[in-house]
């Protein structure tokens, strides 16, 4: 009976090394492919980055046309900057809504759930 025992614990044990070394291969190369979509998706917001830049160019140079190329640049430059101003004072009240940074809904749980935890301890 004894011997059974060591051996189920043996196995076991070696059960878990191997489970264990399963699934430290399987995240290894989660990350892997984790790391190449995060590459891609960096080249791509880098490419998206260098076409916005190519199409502020052209609206400058389309405004050119029937203005001088500074008045143009200035134009969509305000523009671009009114943009950017709505964009901060938004997530400035984004921000402020998520403030302040504890889970107040979870703390609210726990505080019950120690509640009706004492309170079941106490009859």
Do not use: C
Not at 3 to 11: G, H, M, T, Y
């Amino acid at each position: 009976m004894s011997e059974l025992v060591q051996r189920a614990s043996q196995q076991l044990t070696e059960l878990v090394r191997a489970e264990l070394s399963l699934a430290q291969a399987e995240m290894k190369e989660k990350g892997r492919r984790y790391g190449r979509g995060g590459g891609l998706f960096g080249g791509a917001g880098l490419i998206g980055f260098l076409t916005l830049q190519a199409l502020v160019a052209a609206a400058i140079a389309g405004l050119a046309v029937p203005l001088p190329v500074w008045a143009a640049a200035l134009i969509v430059a305000g523009v671009l900057g009114a943009i950017a101003a709505v964009m901060a004072l938004s997530g400035k009240k984004q921000v402020g809504r998520a403030a302040p940074p504890a889970p107040e809904q979870t703390i609210e749980n726990v505080k019950a759930d120690l509640a009706t935890i004492k309170g079941s301890a106490h009859r």
